[in-house]
């Protein structure tokens, strides 16, 4: 069994920092890549950022850029994003995905297969 679990979110004010943590259970970390995406109410899910498991490459998403660093911990089966100067439209239910074989279109979470359950973040102004 294939499991995925954030941890780290909570309340902060603007301008402060979380980090997310994301551990993976049930395999080795041979996923093609992680990535993080989140869920406001009403909005879509869109992708934050993405980490290459093989050689650590990384993107994220223009509104993150020079905010957010995703990272990997192979040796602990974890992924994490940092996440610094929030801002309230950073709000949102946050998720970790796997990716097993391809990761184009990432910030679409279509080819991630494992999810995990989320963890909220909010942000207060």
């Known amino acids: 069994q294939v499991q995925l679990v954030e941890s780290g979110g909570g309340s902060v004010q603007a301008g402060g920092s979380l980090r997310l943590s994301c551990v993976a259970s049930g395999y080795m970390y041979s996923s093609r890549c992680m990535g993080w995406f989140r869920q406001a109410p009403g909005k879509q899910r869109e992708g934050v950022a993405l980490i290459y498991t093989d050689d650590g490459a990384t993107y994220y998403a223009d509104s993150v850029k ?3 660093t995703i990272s990997q911990d ?7 994003l940092q996440m610094n100067s929030l801002k309230p439209e950073d709000t949102a239910m946050y998720y970790c995905a796997a990716a097993t074989t391809w990761c184009g ?8 297969t494992y999810w995990g359950q989320g963890t909220q ?3 207060s102004s």
Do not use: C, I, L, P
């Open 74 to 80: 192979k040796a602990k089966n974890t992924a994490y």
């Open 121 to 123: 973040v909010t942000v």
């Open 105 to 112: 279109s990432w910030d679409t979470g279509e080819h991630f």
């Open 66 to 68: 020079g905010r957010f």
